[in-house]
């Protein structure tokens, strides 16, 4: 009979630490907050210094694109001026980035 069906080897019951249980899953979340929830609350803070630090003269983009110089700094908005005569009002948290300085006069 042994030949169709191999014979079934059982681990002895209750046998085990349970640390080395749950080894995969300590590792497991090791290895994701190294690799995705540290990145991303540094990318956090480092996006939260940028806009506490707006000054008005900054060149920004905002996050759909948009680039500009700060005009005004309020506390929730900031108008940003994209042409002669033209500004917008946007909401702090959505500019994605300082430029340097000058880059809106080399790029028109």
């Known amino acids: ?13 209750g046998g ?17 907050y190294f690799l ?3 990145p991303q609350m540094k990318r956090q803070k480092e996006h939260r210094q940028l806009v506490e630090n ?6 920004i983009v905002t996050a759909g ?3 500009g110089r700060i005009t005004e700094v309020g ?18 948290h ?3 980035g300082v430029m340097p300085k000058g880059t809106l006069k080399s790029g028109a």
């Open 36 to 38: 995705l929830i540290r």
């Open 65 to 67: 694109g948009v680039v």
């Open 75 to 92: 506390e929730q908005f900031v108008i940003v001026e994209v042409a002669d005569g033209v500004q917008l009002k946007v909401q702090r």
């Open 54 to 59: 707006l000054n008005t003269g900054d060149e």
């Open 94 to 96: 959505t500019i994605g």
């Open 1 to 13: 009979m042994d030949l169709f069906i191999s014979t079934a080897h059982a681990a002895p019951a």
């Open 16 to 32: 085990g630490d349970p640390f080395m249980a749950f080894l995969p899953l300590i590792i497991i979340f090791v290895l994701f």
